[in-house]
């Protein structure tokens, strides 16, 4: 018999594996002996070790036996393996760390009684789909915000909704908490009368209007993206390209409504947007953007139009200020 080979024992003398794993890893497929005696004992070539040793280092690292075979037959190379592994290390760093973010904020509660209702509600949360996200969010706006609306005008607003909730996969602890507490809002009759308050100028507005849904969202859409722009750009809101932004995103409404862009206009269009950014309307958003990122992109880009909106009123006004004095 060759001498470069070696019976179980010594192998497993050599690799700190245990004599019963070899022989599992025999019986399953996924080491066989280079040859088998008649009395029935194994023997392992200097690469059956070598072999056993990857299958080891890959099982202390988390490897299924399924990944294992794949990279021992070629079907998928080491880097590949390793990075899918990285993948699946890092998701499970991600969910112990969610645990403990829930365990922690839990032992914080007044009574036991609490720190259970927590922990189920933190969980029932994580394990809430998008789906299921969404048909709660259209559930409370749907005819709370928009009753009344022009169908194409209504069928707009909810695909907006839908999208802001367009989160996919489960959510962290924080992400969690942060849809809890806009679940807290939406659940609030009068945060919903709020919001439909604040809506019902342009909802009655865009019944008058001549513009069709599609087309104002479009040439809206446009501005916006305009805006996630020049924020990627570090742009401030007296840029002279958010000032000509923040001029074609008032001009859009104003023709709509047949109304001069002038100085009241503005005023009037800086108080009813300002509302998205004050008070409680303004920390549900501020959640939006937390819970889903794609969001807050959309939020920080109104939000710059806003503030360059603000920027031109002030500017308007000073120059009056200054035109009445030396007159």
């Given at each position: ?254 023709e709509a409504m047949h109304l001069p862009m002038d100085l009241l206009f503005l005023e009037s269009f800086s108080e009813q947007t300002g509302k998205s950014f004050q008070g409680k309307e303004g920390r549900f958003w501020e959640l939006v953007g937390k819970l889903n990122p794609k969001s ?32």
């Open positions: 018999m060759d001498q470069h080979l070696y019976r179980i024992g010594e192998v497993a003398a050599l690799t700190g594996a245990n004599p019963k794993t070899i022989r599992y890893y025999d019986m399953i497929g996924l080491l066989t002996p280079t040859c088998v005696s008649d009395a029935g004992y194994r023997y392992y070539s200097t690469r059956d070790i070598w072999k056993l040793e990857l299958i080891l280092t890959l099982r202390y690292v988390g490897f299924s036996i399924k990944d294992i075979r794949k990279v021992l037959t070629g079907e998928v190379s080491v880097c590949q393996a390793i990075r899918w592994q990285k993948e699946a290390i890092q998701s499970q760093i991600r969910h112990l760390n969610d645990m403990m973010t829930i365990l922690e904020q839990a032992q914080n509660s007044e009574s036991e009684e609490d720190s259970l209702r927590y922990i189920r509600d933190m969980v029932q949360a994580i394990e809430m789909s998008m789906e299921e996200r969404q048909q709660f969010v259209l559930g409370k706006v749907k005819e709370g915000l928009f009753k009344g609306w022009p169908p194409d005008w209504k069928e707009q607003m909810e695909k907006k909704f839908k999208r802001i909730f367009a989160l996919e996969g489960p959510l962290t602890a924080e992400q969690a908490a942060v849809w809890q507490e806009i679940r807290l809002y939406l659940n609030d009759p009068a945060f919903l009368e709020e919001m439909r308050q604040n809506l019902m100028p342009f909802g009655k507005l865009v019944q008058k209007w001549n513009v069709t849904a599609d087309e104002f969202g479009s040439r809206t859409w446009l501005v916006t993206q305009g805006a996630m722009q020049c924020l990627r750009e570090g742009r401030d809101p007296d840029d002279p390209r958010v000032q000509a932004l923040v001029d074609e995103w008032v001009s859009i409404y104003a807050d992109q959309f939020y920080a880009a109104s939000r710059l139009l806003y503030q360059g909106l603000c920027w031109k009123l002030n500017r308007i006004r000073k120059r009056s200020e200054c035109a009445g004095t030396f007159s």
